[in-house]
């Protein structure tokens, strides 16, 4: 299984860098280009995805977040590795898991070929595996953030609420709540609303 490349960036064409690695190019298609700068020595991370018309595809990614989410995104029935690159080109692996953990279907629904259907259907399937991967650990840019909201969600059920409890009040915690209050506060914000 072919996991990671380390070679030349030949060139850059629109979602594809070639990549030269001894006498092969591999063309791999990658969330963002900029990452890749041409003439430049690399290690990509590799994805291949089989398709029975086409074959293999490659995918490249800079880091093993990248990589991870990715494969999240696509675990969702109907999402292809088209809409997975896009999702990362667009919010990145921290924005993505921020939209999912948020609830917030309009920052998904603006990435191209998600429509808002579609959109809260990511966030229904992935949602409990989103919350796996914040709770193993995993370094995600604005990781303390999340963990925090997560914290405040096991809480919640430690309390006994229902997940549809939790999730509604969540929701409306993230419209009214500076995301970066202490646990104690947010904690406090999401038992009133529970009271209500």
Known sequence: MLSQLTGIVQSVDNH???????????????????QFPPGK??????????????????????SAIDKQVFELIISCSGIGPKIGLAVLGDLGAS????????????????VNGIGAKKAE?????????????????VEIAGG???EQWHTVSLALESLNYSRTEITRAMSQLRKDADANLPFDQLMRKALSLLSK
């Open 16 to 34: 594809t860098i070639h990549l030269i690695v001894g006498p092969m190019g591999f063309a791999l298609q990658v969330p963002n280009i900029a």
């Open 41 to 62: 020595e690399t290690t990509v991370l590799v994805y291949m995805h089989w398709n029975a018309e086409n074959g293999p595809s490659f995918f490249g990614f800079k």
């Open 121 to 137: 259907q990511i966030i229904f399937q992935l949602r409990s595996k989103v919350e796996k991967l914040i709770g193993s650990g």
């Open 95 to 110: 924005g993505f898991v921020h939209a999912v953990q948020m609830s917030n279907d309009k920052a998904l629904s603006k």
């Open 144 to 146: 303390a953030v999340l």
